[in-house]
């Protein structure tokens, strides 16, 4: 089991990881964009990884020059614009270790990752907030048959109910506040 407790920031702080799983369009990714708002508007640094499913997808595409690098051989490529620095790393994820995805964050001025996806990398790790982003009810019983209790419970469409199965089950966006106290 890897312990994320290593984590740390400029070598004292640790990094606290909060994955968000769920159905598609349960959420998640209007969760984390709350969220990230809460935490940067209270000055934390915010990281994010997303798991995209589709195994073609690529942010680089034929013709552009980055392509053009990787398609010569480089391993890696750094793009650089006046607003961004963008890193492309031909590799495949398959095989590697979660440990060495998190590890790209170590070391970065973060306070926070949280994490969309990687529902099943994701859920044996230590010291990692767990939050299921939910549509209705037997999406719960599901996810707490296959993999046990979530650390909290989201739903936008779910109201009337605070806890289910003694987990906190938070209605969104209303409850934005609510959702930073239990996971930070």
């Not at 935490?39 to 195994?55: E, F, N, P």
């Not at 650089?80 to 790209?104: G, Q």
């Not at 549509?135 to 779910?158: A, K, L, R, W």
């Amino acid at each position: 089991m890897l312990d994320t407790n290593r984590f740390h920031i400029h070598g004292e702080c640790k990094m606290k990881i909060i994955n968000f799983v769920g159905d598609s369009g349960s959420g998640k990714t209007r969760t984390i964009e709350l969220l990230i708002d809460k935490l940067t508007k209270m000055g934390k640094k915010v990281g994010t990884m997303k798991h995209i499913h589709s195994g073609s997808f690529s942010f680089d595409y034929r013709g552009k020059d980055t392509w053009k690098h990787v398609r010569a051989g480089a391993s890696i490529v750094v793009a650089v614009t006046e607003n961004e620095v963008i890193t492309i790393e031909k590799t495949s994820t398959r095989a590697m270790p979660t440990e060495e995805l998190l590890n790209r964050f170590n070391g970065l001025d973060i306070e926070y990752l949280l994490i969309e996806g990687f529902k099943t990398r994701m859920l044996h790790l230590n010291n990692v907030k767990h939050v299921l982003c939910v549509t209705d009810v037997n999406q719960i019983f599901s996810f707490n048959e296959q993999y046990g209790n979530p650390d909290c419970i989201v739903s936008y469409s779910i109201k009337g109910i605070n806890k289910i199965n003694d987990v906190q089950l938070v209605q969104m966006p209303e409850e934005i506040e609510r959702l930073a106290e239990i996971v930070l």
